[in-house]
Nanobody
């Protein structure tokens, strides 16, 4: 059974930093891309950043220069370093593992984490 476990959320003042982690567990052959999304109250879930298995990254315009996504393929973990946080960054942050192939299966599918709350006070 593949699971994604996120950690690192919390409450921080504007201008502060947080580092989110998301670890994939279970018997996994391979993971393609990994990504972070966020969803504020009464808003849709939006892409924050993603990273390919080769390390190519992509960021939403509103986090460029402030957030950095990285991954450790050996640990099946993706990170999101968030600096210079703003109140508008307040949201639940979700991790996505794309095109995951579990051991013993030829079928690939996407998996979501349960979400971690990030609250930025002004």
């Amino acid at each position: 059974q593949v699971q994604l476990v996120e950690s690192g959320g919390g409450l921080v003042q504007a201008g502060g930093s947080l580092r989110l982690s998301c670890a994939a567990s279970g018997s996994i052959v391979s993971i393609s891309g990994m990504a972070w999304y966020r969803q504020a109250p009464r808003k849709q879930r939006d892409l924050v950043a993603d990273i390919t298995s080769a390390g190519t990254t992509n960021y939403a315009d509103y986090v460029k220069g402030r957030f950095t996504i990285s991954r450790d393929n050996a640990k099946k973990t993706v990170y999101l370093q968030m600096n210079d946080l703003k109140p508008e960054d307040t949201a639940v942050y979700y991790c996505l593992a794309k095109s995951v192939q579990p051991a013993g299966s030829m079928l690939r599918r996407d998996y979501w984490g349960q979400g971690t709350q990030v609250t930025v006070s002004s």
